[in-house]
C-alpha cells in the first residue's frame, strides 16, 4: 500500500484492522490543517492569564464500503469535520511556590 491508499479493495484487504479492536477498521485521512494564536496577559508580577484559540481543517477521504472481499467494493467519502479549541490559563508564582491551572474547550458545533 501506498501512502496516499486510503482504500483497500478486493485481495489487498490482510492489513486492514480488526473491528473487534478498532471503531474504525480502515485506512485514510485527508489534509489537515490547523493554526493556534495565543496571548499571554499579566495580571500582576506573580500571576499571568493565557488565551488562546485553536481551528482544525480536516479533509475529506473515500475509504471502501464495508463489503467482505473478494465481492465488487465500492468507495464512501468519510468527511472527519473539523475542530476548534479554546483554553484559558491562569498561572501563579511566587518565590518557592507555584501553581497553575486550565480549562480547554470545544465550542458547540453548528
Known sequence: ?????????????????????VDLPSFGEGLNAGATVGVNVPLATTTMLTLSAGYVGRGKFDREDFVAPPAAQTAIRIDPGNVATVNAALGYSDGPWTAQGSLLGRPASS
Open 1 to 21: 500500500l501506498g501512502v496516499e491508499d486510503s482504500a483497500i479493495y478486493g485481495f489487498a484487504f490482510p492489513p486492514r484492522m480488526d473491528p473487534d479492536y
